[in-house]
């Protein structure tokens, strides 16, 4: 692969510095004919070639094989000076045509095998591949999502397999890159600093063996957040027990293959048919979904039993409980109010040291069901079961 991409790369320059040259060669032949015309013309009798800008328009008419007629020589000279135009131009103009259409092949030929680069912004990264990914696109798509931002897959499928994956959506334009996502190189030609989210699934794709798939979606996730921060990761986990890992790579959202398995048997035991109320709610083809929403402002302070009733009544939607949005460490929080030389060395290290010691706490981050008295604030998110005619808030990004 490193070879086929060092091959294409040299093929792009090649390319360039061949449709550089045919240009100056092109440019130099037009003024070159230009000057020779206008030399022989502008004493002939009967010319028309009056100035050298009449020459060169000249050229460019009789090099295109346009052929107006409007400007012509009728000197012995200047008629030689055409011959030789004529000849030159038309290997010139076939040469710098054919420059043209192999960087357009070349062009193809790296998106079709995966080694492009992408040039979008606030684009959804999926890393990796395995039999759930189709249905990541297929929920994409039932949201909205795929509408509103360009997917980039980043695994090692078999080109026939992108292929079929393009034709199917190819609504939406789904790109493509090919390589070993682990690698920072293969993220930035995702351009992932520029991203809004990063999903990293348990990858099957490049034959990886099982028990080192939790530790490459770990490595993945330190990778992107060392690249770009702000990018919003949700990671999926097959063993429960890398879950800390994740954590400690300070990744938004881990899911766990398997997770709540029990619990959704010992309900089909203990309260019969409520598993299948909760596949209705999580069915991408059910009417019905939970969604996050930003809270309306004017509810900021007040109570539960008020949003409930205004989501009832004029979104059709059941308010389930919230979010609360995460809450950052500062330093602040962890010193002293008073200025002694201790706190003032700690932050003096802490400003020298350029780094971000201090993660975002994942605690008490849910509240479902709460009391109806309870009060909104600013960080929460309303977490609501609506149908897909509601239109989505733009604060759910």
């Known amino acids: 692969m490193s070879s086929l991409v060092r091959i294409l790369r040299g093929l792009r320059r090649f390319g360039r510095e061949r449709l550089v040259l045919v240009s100056i060669v092109t440019l130099l032949i037009i003024f070159a004919s230009a000057a020779g015309v206008y030399y022989f013309e502008q004493t002939s009798e009967g010319s028309n070639i009056s100035s050298f800008w009449d020459g060169v328009w000249w050229a460019i008419v009789t090099m295109g094989t346009v052929g107006y007629g409007d400007k012509y020589p009728v000197s012995i000279g200047g008629r030689v000076v055409g011959l030789l135009l004529i000849f030159s131009g038309v290997g010139l103009m076939s040469l710098f045509t054919a420059t043209i259409a192999s960087m357009f092949v070349e062009k193809r030929i790296r998106e079709g095998k995966g080694l492009d680069t992408i040039k979008d912004k606030d684009h959804i990264v999926i890393c990796g591949w395995n039999q759930h990914t189709e249905e990541v696109l297929q929920g994409l798509t039932a949201y909205g999502s795929l509408e509103e931002a ?73 990778a992107i957040k060392s690249i770009a921060p702000q990018v919003k990761i949700i990671a999926e986990l097959l063993d429960h027990e890398n879950k800390p890992h994740l954590k400690r790579a300070n990744v938004d959202e881990i899911i766990i293959r398997g997770e ?10 203990n309260s019969p048919g409520l598993p299948r109320v909760f596949s ?21 302070g007040r109570n539960f039993r008020e949003l409930s009733s205004y989501f009832r009544e004029r979104h059709q939607a059941i308010l389930i409980g919230f979010l609360k949005e995460k809450q950052k460490v500062r330093v602040e929080d962890i010193l002293s109010d008073n ?51 509601q239109k989505k808030d733009r604060g759910n990004k």
């Open 150 to 222: 360009r997917v980039v897959l980043i695994n090692e499928l078999s080109v026939d397999d992108i292929d079929a994956l393009r034709m199917k959506y190819a609504k939406y334009d789904l790109r493509f890159l090919r390589g070993n996502y682990v690698h920072e190189d293969v993220l930035l030609r995702a351009n992932i600093a520029r991203a809004r989210f990063a999903l990293i699934m348990a990858d099957i794709s490049g034959g990886q063996a099982e028990e080192r798939i939790d530790e490459r979606t770990t490595l993945t996730a330190l």
């Open 339 to 389: 200025s002694s030389a201790i706190d003032s060395f700690i932050r003096e290290k802490i400003k020298e040291a350029k780094k971000d010691f201090f993660y975002e706490s994942d605690e008490s981050r849910v509240v479902i069901n709460p009391d109806d008295n309870y009060i909104i604030g600013i960080n929460d998110f309303a977490v609501v079961l609506s149908g897909n005619n």
């Open 280 to 300: 209705s709610v999580l069915s991408l083809g059910d009417t019905s979904k939970l969604r996050r929403y930003e809270v309306p402002k004017q509810f900021v």
């Open 260 to 269: 709540h398995v029990g619990a959704l048997l010992a309900s089909a035991v």
